[in-house]
């Protein structure tokens, strides 16, 4: 077994990125096991920080979480600034848009929710939206403002956290098999490749393959959700398409148009779970289709890039978040699910405040990672 460190974070995608700086930062010896940093759904992530526009029905008790965690977003960057990769944090809000009746009543019924729940999302007039966004087109016929969304480029902002772990800690490229466990305890991880990390908090973190290691006292049942997402450069002559990131409800279909301080914008996403990692052309049809219908322009951007990639869900739809009862030295954060890059700071602190010994929060017992059942004791 190799020397011993504080923390053996298992993942690095966005989350075991993120809790492994946090560590690192705050005084933590660290080693990161991931054979592919990055690759995974963090890859494909549109990196919307919206809390706001990404509220969805009977998923209201995230978002104390995810306010949280959006309010911590510029510090965290902030404490990334010396490793030179800007993750192009833009803080100009989210323009949601309808096309039909339905549409209008279903984010006007959204907003209700948004509005009793504090968060500032006004209706504004489709006039209004297009002096901010002069290239929506004339199938807009509803608009709203939420000003508490903002977004980043997921792989900048990896590439940066990398590089800090990276700088002041260990990056394994190892496949990690099994918790290494000494009755109740867990005292680090044994690798594929038949090494070990010893280590005196093991974290959880490689997203959907968290359920695959064995010697896990709790049972993590993961459930892919696929999303198809396209990558497209705007010439030079249509730029800045877009300031804002504008989605919309397009006759009951959901659609994103992301903008990156790079010229490219995003445009995302399917959720499907039919099993299938291979990028689907129906979905990819109907992006383009209703991107149109919001931005008539898109039709005339460079297609750069298509990906698949699968959201680490969970039954519930909530992260499996925290430690396990009775078993010492072990935190679980997966199950991210459509969240991962916006629940990131929050996720990484909350991780770094209970392995220094700080109590559960009240709001985060029901993300209990034990809630599902017991595992190999
Ligand atoms: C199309 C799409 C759009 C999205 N858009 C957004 C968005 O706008 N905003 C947002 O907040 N979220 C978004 N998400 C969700 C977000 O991408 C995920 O919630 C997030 O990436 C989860 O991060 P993770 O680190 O848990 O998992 P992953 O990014 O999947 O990383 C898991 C890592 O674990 C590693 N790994 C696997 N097995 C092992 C092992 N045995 N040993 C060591 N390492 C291992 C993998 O190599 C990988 O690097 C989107 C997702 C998709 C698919």
Redesign the pocket.
């Known amino acids: 077994m190799e020397a011993s460190v504080d923390v053996a974070v ?8 993120g809790i492994a700086w946090e560590a690192v930062r705050r005084g933590h010896s660290v080693t990161l ?18 809390p706001a526009s ?1 509220l969805h029905y009977r998923e209201e008790h995230l978002l104390e979480l995810t306010m949280d965690s959006a309010r911590r977003y510029p510090e965290f960057i902030t404490s990334l600034a010396w490793t030179g990769i800007d993750p192009g944090y833009r803080n100009t809000g989210t323009l949601v848009l309808a096309v039909d009746g339905a549409d209008r009543q279903a984010l006007a019924d959204l907003r209700t929710v948004q509005s009793a729940h504090g968060l500032d999302v006004e209706q504004i007039s489709v006039r209004e939206a297009r002096r901010s966004e002069p290239m929506i087109g004339p199938a807009a016929t509803g608009a709203f403002r939420a000003g508490e969304d903002h ?1 980043l480029d ?1 792989r900048k902002l990896a590439a940066s956290l990398h590089s800090a772990v990276l700088a002041r800690g260990t990056i394994l490229a ?4 099994a918790l290494e466990r000494n009755g109740d305890r867990v005292i680090g991880v044994k690798l ?1 490749d038949g090494g070990t990390v010893a280590a005196r908090h093991t974290i959880v ?5 968290a359920s ?2 064995t010697h896990l006292p709790v049972q993590l049942p993961m459930r892919p959700v ?4 396209l990558r497209l450069r705007v010439p030079t002559s249509l730029q800045p398409l877009l300031t804002h990131t504008v989605r919309g409800l397009v006759r009951g279909h959901a659609v994103y148009l ?1 903008p990156r301080a790079d010229g490219t914008v995003v445009l ?2 399917t959720i499907r779970e039919d099993g299938s990692n291979a990028v689907s052309a129906g979905g990819v049809y109907q992006l383009l289709r209703d991107a149109q219908q919001l931005v008539p322009a898109v039709a005339e951007l460079e297609l750069e890039e298509i ?1 698949c ?4 869900g969970t039954p519930d739809n909530a992260p499996l978040l925290g430690g396990v009862p009775g078993v010492d030295g072990l935190l679980i ?2 199950g ?8 990131t700071p929050a996720a990484a602190a909350l991780c770094v405040d209970l392995l220094k010994g700080k109590p559960v929060p009240p709001g985060i017992e029901r993300y209990r990672p034990d809630r599902f059942g017991k595992g190999q004791q």
Request: glycine share 16%.
């Open positions: 298992v993942g690095g995608g966005i989350v075991g990125l096991i991931d054979p592919a940093p990055a690759t995974g759904a963090t890859r494909a992530a549109a990196g919307m920080i919206a990404e977004q997921p190892a496949t990690a098999s594929h973190a490689n997203g959907l393959a695959e290691l696929y999303g198809d997402i992301v995302g996403a990906l990639r699968a959201r680490p954060a997966t991210f699910f459509r969240h991962g890059v916006l629940l």
